[in-house]
């Protein structure tokens, strides 16, 4: 698939901080159009300010990606204004702690399937035809490294990346020899508030910049899989292949990512 050189129409979900608002930064050039879609409308602004300084011409949306009759208005909207997207990266989710064995955190695994997995799916869903119809583009997930085990105190983020990774295979299948190319990226630790609420140590931690860089190398491209740094992608490929036995005896005292407690 050839590479993408000149892009001027790119989609953002989770836009408002982290990995989204460096992508967006990352996009950002003289005349390209930017869709930001964010949940904090005050942030999404900050955003939308770095797309300016480097000519950009944001457009911002102050939605979730749960909903989904939300997500079809927001992409005829774009659509409509701006054009079809040739980038279109499903990047909004939440990181939070979770145990089954508390009933309080059911709303919780909800929240984090619905936002990181289901969220993906609206936002695809409702710029594909348009994309199809275009017959050129790309479609980028962001999932993680930790989809590829189950980690403790983490069951629904684990979930909700591990089906994400499994879907965004099943749509670069369906999606073959369409015109459109599907990137499954999976980073390590980013320096961003939804990691920084980690109490353990995260070896080779990048910056949201040189994550954002890399991934805009391997989506422009079409790869179909990326891990990011370099150290992760061999961590993560022995993580995948221990035995269970010796699996759990590493892992089943590992750190765990604080919960949400009420009250």
Request: proline share 7%; hydrophobic share 45%.
């Amino acid at each position: 698939m050839p590479y993408f050189s000149q892009i001027q129409r790119v989609f953002i979900t989770g836009a408002s901080s982290g990995i989204g608002q460096a992508l967006a930064a990352a996009y950002a050039g003289p005349g390209v159009q930017l869709g930001l879609l964010g949940r904090d409308a005050a942030r999404l602004e900050s955003t939308a300010a770095l797309v300016r300084a480097r000519g950009g011409l944001p457009h911002c949306f102050s939605a979730d990606v749960r909903d989904a009759d939300a997500m079809q208005d927001i992409a005829a909207t774009f659509i409509a204004s701006a054009g079809v997207p040739q980038v279109l990266i499903a990047n909004a989710g939440v990181s939070v702690g979770t145990l089954t064995q508390c009933p309080e955190d059911s709303s919780t695994f909800r929240e984090v399937m619905d936002t990181n997995w289901l969220g993906m799916v609206h936002t695809f869903s409702a710029f594909l035809p348009a994309m199809l119809a275009a017959g050129e583009g790309r479609l980028a997930g962001i999932a993680s490294v930790a989809g590829f085990r189950g980690l403790p105190g983490a069951g629904a983020y684990s979930a909700s990346k591990a089906a994400t990774i499994s879907y965004l295979e099943s749509l670069r299948l369906e999606l073959a020899g369409s015109g459109l190319a599907v990137s499954t990226i999976c980073p390590g630790y980013v320096d961003t508030p939804m990691t920084r609420i980690n109490p353990y140590p995260m070896p080779w931690l990048m910056t949201p910049e040189r994550a954002a860089a890399r991934m805009r190398r391997a989506i422009d491209r079409g790869q179909a899989w990326l891990v990011l740094p370099r150290p992760m992608s061999w961590i993560g490929w022995v993580l995948r292949h221990l035995p269970i036995k010796v699996y759990d005896l590493l892992f089943r005292q590992a750190p765990r990512k604080p919960r949400r407690v009420s009250g």
